[in-house]
């Protein structure tokens, strides 16, 4: 039997004598022993209690000892709690702690198990606050102090009270979603999310109430339902625009046109296949004003043409990629001119000074198009994710346009500029975090992400040389001042 223990059975609470312990251990063996019809098993526990405090008489000042344990009462419930709930639990194990504090009047000892006691105890409270706050974002948490203020019962109100603010309003943006008794395709439903997010994310720094935050949810999902029952309407008038082209040109061919039959019939092929990739999101929805005049002569190419249409400003000056991200560094270049055997393009390096710089290079034609491809021709193949992604280090980027092991993304949480990179190198999908989404929807249009790149690539260059990629400049009249080799 321990020290606290036998004090309790014997009823002393402070200090005592040899007088007073002999008295009361004639006075519970009177009570107990079995010749006096007691219980043999309390006489022995009387017994173990007597041997354990014999000889160790308390005559002397508890005030220290008195003043550290009410400190403590703040961590002793006054509610009873379900049995087998997290509270119970947490409350029986902080107990055990406080019985813990020695009786004694030396001031070090008291000092360093009262320090002791209140390390285990707050680690048992934060192992209380994550269980129950665990799924919870940082961001809503933060506004709420961590420690421990008043008692413990308070504190258990406090942390159910937060949970209970923040699964209101999960379930109010949840009851908005979930009205909408419409069939949702698991990339609509993404987007949908992502607005979730960016909302869940304006309530809890109090930019928005969350009643104007349920009702521009709302309107939200109610624009991009409209939107797709529109283009849902505008793919069957493709399709049947389509088919309509298709069933002109079989009734002009004869039988033994076997060569313009197969012509046909894989144009309409590629022609179905672009009209799905439309549908998925994979694809401009302007490459259907090319699909509904689609002529099934000449197999042409007529995949994202608008947006080619759109960025003929810079023919002169084309982007290319790096073809083999396994190979070599990825990179964006612009193809300059051909000279000879010799092709000239613009790319990026860092100077001694570390910092970046935009030059001529020049190598020969069949090493260029060894190492590098049209940027167009990757995004013919490539999938429009605009998916947020964080590395170890904190480091947010925005992934616009992903291809095998290719990944056009955005740097500083989608507000600096777009590079390419390998997709294992930018980190992990974050879910939770709040991505700029609706910023990323504007990179589907070509046009959209060379200007940023070529704008990139500008700002890089000596001041003098910035007008050598406007669409307006003759190639003859670009020089820079030297010509680097690779």
């Known amino acids: 039997m321990n020290y606290n223990e036998a004090l309790n059975l014997f009823g002393f609470t402070g200090s005592f004598t040899e007088e007073s312990l002999r008295k009361k251990y004639l006075e519970l063996s009177k009570k107990y022993h079995p010749d006096m019809g007691g219980s043999d098993e309390m006489m022995k526990k009387v017994n173990a209690a007597y041997d354990t405090l014999k000889g160790k008489s308390t005559n002397f000042d508890l005030s220290y000892f008195n003043n550290l344990k009410d400190k403590l009462q703040r961590f002793v419930s006054k509610k009873v709690y379900i049995v087998g709930s997290t509270e119970y639990k947490c409350v029986n194990k902080i107990n055990e702690l ?50 421990m203020v008043g008692t413990i019962d308070e504190f258990f109100g406090k942390i159910n009270n937060i949970k209970k603010e923040h699964d209101e309003i999960q379930k109010s943006l949840d009851d908005v979603v979930q009205s909408f008794e419409v069939k949702i395709s698991a990339n609509t439903l993404e987007k949908i999310l992502g607005i979730k997010a960016t909302i869940l994310s304006d309530i809890i720094e109090d930019k928005i109430s969350l009643q104007d935050g349920a009702n521009r949810l709302r309107c939200e999902i109610m624009t991009m339902i409209m939107q797709k029952e529109a283009l849902d309407k505008e793919l069957e008038e493709t399709y049947n625009a389509i088919l309509v082209n298709f069933n002109d040109r079989m009734k002009e061919l004869k039988f033994t046109d076997n060569e313009q039959i197969q012509t046909s019939l894989d144009i309409l092929r590629d022609a179905l296949a672009k009209l799905q990739l439309v549908k998925e999101n994979k694809l401009n929805k302007e490459t259907l004003s090319s699909l509904r005049k689609l002529d ?48 000239h393009f613009l790319r990026k390096y860092i100077n001694d000074s570390q910092k970046t710089e935009v030059d001529e290079f020049l190598t020969y034609e069949n090493n260029f198009y060894e190492k590098y491809m049209r940027l167009d021709e990757l995004l013919d193949n490539a999938e429009f994710i605009n998916k947020f992604y964080n590395d170890y280090y904190g480091n947010g980027r ?89």
Request: net charge positive; hydrophobic share 35%.
């Open 296 to 343: 099934f002569k000449v197999k042409v190419d007529f995949e994202n043409a608008n947006d080619k249409n759109e960025s003929q400003e810079n023919d002169n000056y084309e982007i290319f990629i790096t073809r083999d991200p396994n190979k070599d560094i990825l990179e964006f270049v612009i193809k300059l001119f051909k000279d000879g055997k010799f092709i």
């Open 98 to 147: 406080l019985e813990t504090l020695p009786l004694t009047s030396d001031k070090n000892v008291l000092n360093t198990a009262y320090n002791n006691i209140l390390l285990k105890v707050n680690a048992i409270l934060k192992d209380y606050r994550k269980s129950i706050l665990g799924n919870i974002p940082d961001r809503f948490l933060k506004k709420y102090n961590k420690d």
């Open 398 to 486: 925005l992934a616009l346009y992903l291809f095998d092991n290719t990944v056009i993304y955005i740097t500083n949480n989608g507000k600096g500029i777009i590079k390419a990179g390998r997709i294992g190198d930018i980190g992990l999908v974050d879910d939770s975090s709040y991505y700029p989404y609706m910023y990323g929807l504007q990179y589907q249009k070509r046009a959209v992400l060379k200007k940023d790149i070529y704008d990139d690539f500008k700002k890089n260059l000596d001041p003098k040389y910035k007008q050598i990629i406007d669409c307006n400049v003759p190639k003859e009249k670009f020089r820079v001042s030297h010509v680097r080799g690779i």
